[in-house]
């Protein structure tokens, strides 16, 4: 079975400055996804950039890039130029791309802005 | 197009009684996933379900908990006889077919208190 681990409970970062959030990952599959979700307060679950395994290059969307290490199955979110509106908890996921499709998540990390 | 719609989004019941959950996918979704969020851990796969059919229950508690998303009508997560371990979010998504690429979008939840 998969798991995600995000071994960083808590993390706080100065609003402008850049952050890195961790996630490993197991798995014995070649082709999957990884996904970056953001949960604010209203506990909606907000997409924040994915990831294709079979793809080389590094996601990137606006001021959030992902380092992905396929073998070392890790999948670290950077947060640039970090605004207040980003204080949320964030979860790593893991989806195989054969049959279910469903989402395995991580516990979390719960980030917060210092203005 | 409207969101994923779960109601209601607050919960209450007391110990023995039943909860009824309800999820509208995304127009023109057929393909639904039940996920619970206990406090402070991430969301854990519980069901996932086709129209009219189960085809992943893996996550399922064995007793007390059922699923169904009926031709027509919202998918409704049936849990009897609540206890205060039922306490949590509850979560559905949903997404429009299945395959590679395929996103799966997430309602605002429901949150169970037993009380």
């Known amino acids: 079975a998969q798991t995600v681990t995000q071994s960083q409970p808590e993390m706080s970062v100065q609003e402008a400055e850049t952050v890195t959030l961790s996630c490993t990952y197991d798995?014995?599959?070649?082709?999957?996804?990884l996904f970056w979700y953001k949960q604010p307060p209203s506990r909606q679950m907000i997409l924040v950039i994915r990831q294709e395994a079979y793809k080389q290059q590094n996601a990137t969307e606006n001021r959030f890039s992902v380092n992905f290490q396929k073998a070392a199955k890790s999948f670290s979110l950077k947060i640039s130029d970090s605004q207040l509106g980003d204080a949320a908890m964030y979860f790593c996921?893991?989806?195989?791309?054969?049959?279910?499709?469903?989402?395995?998540f991580g516990t979390g990390t719960r980030l917060t802005i210092i203005p | 197009n409207a969101g994923v719609m779960q109601n209601p989004r607050h919960l209450v019941r007391r110990r023995g009684q039943e909860a009824r959950l309800r999820c509208s996918p995304m127009k023109g979704h057929s393909h639904v996933y039940w996920y619970r969020q206990l406090p402070e851990e991430g969301l854990k796969f519980m069901v996932y379900l086709q129209k009219e059919n189960i085809i992943d229950e893996s996550g399922m508690p064995k007793e007390r908990f059922s699923a169904e998303f009926p031709k027509e009508g919202p998918s409704i997560l049936r849990i009897q006889q609540v206890v205060r371990g039922d306490s949590a979010a509850y979560f559905c998504?949903?997404?429009?077919?299945?395959?590679?690429?395929?996103?799966?979008?997430f309602g605002q939840g429901t949150r169970l208190t037993v009380v």
């Open positions: 998504a949903s997404s429009p077919n299945r395959g590679r690429g395929t996103e799966a979008f």
């Open positions: 798995t014995s599959e070649s082709d999957y996804y």
């Open positions: 996921a893991y989806r195989t791309n054969f049959g279910n499709e469903k989402l395995t």
